[in-house]
């Protein structure tokens, strides 16, 4: 019976560590995202700033 479930464990490991790559690779490409839109609010209000323009609003986005 041992033998059963070490055969099933390797059998599943596989399938866990791919699920861990692409939660990994998704999380970094959601944390770079956000990241970016954070970076790119940052200089576009400051360039309105310079302008004299008002902070850009969420309706307006």
Request: hydrophobic share 50%; proline share 5%; no cysteine.
């Amino acid at each position: 019976m041992d033998e059963w479930w070490v055969s099933a464990l390797w059998a599943i490991l596989p399938t866990i560590v791919v699920l861990g790559l692409f939660f990994y690779v998704l999380r970094s490409a959601v944390r770079a995202d956000r990241n970016e839109r954070r970076a790119y609010a940052k200089i576009e209000a400051e360039e309105r700033a310079k302008r004299g323009m008002p902070p850009a609003t969420a309706a307006s986005e």
